[in-house]
């Protein structure tokens, strides 16, 4: 990367802002699709076509909350990076990875939710958990080709004693990476809009079912994905493309360069908001949420003596000793008589 291309920003208030926002997100994401995760490992029952598309999902999610504790150092040392040139290669090579990753499959899920509602006897429908895997590892091939060019070049930038690790160069457009950051967000956000229309206005004309919960769930769902979706990702994109149409009056102006910093965490907050998709999207995962819930508020209670071990005890247990004794006693009174 040209070192003309670093912006020195008096103050440096992104490396104000941006910790904090990372943390959060780091904390509750982990913990979400860490819980959500043990979920479909040990607690799913049947795993059908859109649970391996919400599994991917949580898995892409995960990889992306691992690459934030390095981003935060990063913030934290003011914008200093402290490892080699090949670790920030790695490191944005998995955050754009695993972003490309959430994006696709959030699409899937939609899809898929679209053919189940608006088209329930499509082939599509019935398609097997092999066939369904096989869809999977060819969408994360193509995510992987699609960010492979941030492993082939220095994304590490001098400006008199900082180094920086960014994707984005602060001075022009950035070619590719600029064309995927916009088309991964433009192209699934027409296919999220298009499945939630179409299943909204297919659920209304179904008046006799309207009602059904069924129904409403699915309603429901999509909207959730679709809000979700555009929360997370139109800041960063909108930021963006104000970067490219004011270049280069806005290449180095401090608002720009924080807009662009803290949108992008938005972006990193879309793990943490997620496992709402998961909730939303089968009645297994509200019944998963709520024993852990009542798991986690039941006292644990101490080591139990003798006493409590026999109150604990069936009834019918009890009876039968207390029957035995008795049965003991005579028999020992009619030996002495």
């Known amino acids: 990367m040209d070192n003309g291309s670093c912006c020195l920003i008096e103050g440096d208030p992104i490396s104000k802002v941006m910790p904090p926002l990372l943390i959060l997100a780091f904390v509750l994401g982990a913990l979400g699709n860490g819980i959500a995760l043990c979920g479909f490992c040990f607690h799913m029952k049947t795993w059908k076509p859109s649970t391996i598309y919400l599994f991917n999902l ?3 999610d995960f990889l992306l909350m691992i ?38 499959f959030l699409t899937v899920v939609a899809v898929d939710r679209y053919f189940k509602v608006v088209h329930p006897h499509h082939m599509v429908n019935t398609i097997s958990n092999r066939t369904a895997a096989g869809i999977v590892c060819a969408l994360w091939t193509m995510v992987i080709l699609g960010t492979l060019y941030l492993l082939m070049e220095s994304h590490l930038c001098v400006h008199e004693k900082t180094i920086s690790c960014e994707s984005f160069i602060m001075e022009s457009a950035n070619g590719w990476h600029d064309i995927m950051f916009q088309l991964e967000f433009f192209l699934p956000l027409g296919i999220i809009l298009f499945c939630s229309f179409r299943i909204v206005w297919s659920l209304k004309q179904r008046r006799q079912l309207a009602r059904q919960t069924r129904m409403k769930k699915a309603t429901r769902f999509i909207l959730v994905v679709a809000v979700v979706f555009i929360t997370c990702y139109l800041p960063s994109v909108s930021a963006r493309l104000y970067f490219l149409w004011t270049v280069p009056s806005s290449a180095c102006d401090p608002s720009v360069h924080v807009a662009l910093h803290v949108t992008l965490s938005f972006t990193y907050m879309n793990s943490m908001l997620d496992p709402l998709v998961y909730y939303f999207s089968s009645p297994s995962f509200p019944k998963f949420y709520t024993k852990l819930k009542i798991r986690s508020l039941r ?23 207390s029957c035995v004794s008795m049965a003991n006693s005579f028999q020992s009174r009619s030996d002495v008589q």
């Not at 200093?80 to 670790?87: K, N, R, T, V």
């Not at 490191?91 to 994006?103: E, T």
């Open 58 to 60: 949580a898995v892409a």
């Open 67 to 104: 690459c934030l504790p390095f981003r935060t150092d990063y913030y934290w040392r003011h914008r200093q990076w402290a490892f080699e040139d090949i670790p920030c290669r790695v490191a944005l090579f998995m955050l754009a990875m695993n972003r490309a990753g959430s994006i696709t």
């Open 299 to 321: 006292p644990k209670s101490p080591g139990c003596s003798k006493t409590q071990r026999q109150e604990e005890m069936p009834i019918s247990n009890l009876c039968r000793k």
